[in-house]
């Protein structure tokens, strides 16, 4: 009798979750992945080209520190804009993307300040590589933070026309992970430049 009943069940395999990514949010993530890449094989040059001496060895301005501690407190606001979205407090994601923008500007000033540094203390773009690697590495992530601080006022835009709330988040997780990307990516680069400056 038992045979005869699990003989007639038939047993049906549920269909397999698969792994769902909004497509903007996929182009993005294989965008970081792809400046990973660049900032990978930059990163490998640079010891390589180093290790072939005529290498002048000179200490990172103090303005770079500064930078740096630019970038992580916008890191902390921009947090605090994605926390205050899903809770459906746009005033507080006004004004925390607000200063986030700010942040990202002032790092950019700072990086010219940099520049700025590192040229009266002799180290230029064209002569030793070290300098002009230095210049590529900032330059090509200011370039990038650029395009980070435009998504950050689309978004700002967005939250003043009411687009940005609970039940919207993609656009704003979307500029949240780019710009944490673009914070991590420089703390990359300041310690590496730090260890093999």
Known sequence: MED????????VE???????????????WLFMVTVVMIFAALTSAYIVRQGEGN???FDLPMSMWVSSVLI???????HWALVSAKSNDLEKVKLAISITSALG????ISQLVVWSDLVADNI????NPSGSFLYVLSGVHGLHLVSGVIFLIIVLISTFRYKVHSKNLTQIQMCASY?????????YL???LLIYH
């Open 4 to 11: 005869k009943i699990t003989g007639n069940l038939k047993l």
């Open 14 to 28: 549920e269909p397999k979750k698969t792994l769902a990514m909004h497509p903007r949010k996929f182009g993005l």
């Open 55 to 57: 290498w002048t060895q």
């Open 72 to 78: 992580l407190i916008s890191s902390v606001t921009m």
């Open 105 to 108: 500007v002032a790092f950019l």
């Open 124 to 127: 230029y773009f064209v002569g």
């Open 179 to 187: 710009w944490h990307f673009l914070d991590v990516l420089w703390i």
């Open 190 to 192: 300041f310690v590496f």
